[in-house]
C-alpha cells in the first residue's frame, strides 16, 4: 500500500505562484513515477507532470500548457513530489491530483487539493 498526502493548494491571482507537494508513505519503494494530473467538472483527468527515476537522472514529462510554467521535482530523502506553478492562468483552475505509478502494474491516487486562479 502506497499512500499520498497533497498539500499547497490555494486561491492565487492570474500571473502569481503556487507549490504543491505530495508525500508518499507505505511501500515507497514500489513507486516508479510520481506526478500531477487535474480535472475541471465534466471533464477527464489529465496529466500536468510526472518525474520517473532513473539510475543517473530523472525524466521529467509535461502537458503542453504547462511547459515553460509549471516544474516538477522530488525529493527522495523525503519521498516527496513537488509541482511549483510559475505565471499561473485562470485556465489552470482544477483539482489537483497526486499519482504514483508502480514498477508492474497498480497506481494510486492522492484526494485532490483545489487550485484557484482569479482573473
Known amino acids: 500500500q502506497v499512500q499520498l498526502v497533497e498539500s499547497g493548494g490555494g486561491l492565487v491571482q492570474a500571473g502569481g505562484s503556487l507549490r504543491l507537494s505530495c508525500a508518499a508513505s507505505g511501500s515507497t519503494f514500489k513507486i516508479k513515477t510520481m506526478g500531477w494530473y487535474r480535472q475541471v467538472p465534466g471533464k477527464q483527468r489529465d496529466l500536468v507532470a510526472a518525474i520517473t527515476s532513473g539510475s543517473a537522472t530523472n525524466y521529467e514529462d509535461y502537458a503542453d500548457s504547462v511547459k515553460g510554467r509549471f516544474t516538477i521535482s522530488i525529493d527522495h530523502a523525503k519521498n516527496t513530489v513537488y509541482l511549483q506553478m510559475n505565471s499561473l492562468k485562470a485556465e489552470d483552475t482544477a483539482v489537483y491530483y497526486c499519482?504514483?505509478?508502480?514498477w508492474g502494474t497498480g497506481d494510486y491516487w492522492g484526494v485532490g487539493t483545489q487550485v484557484t486562479v482569479s482573473s
Open positions: 499519482h504514483a505509478g508502480l
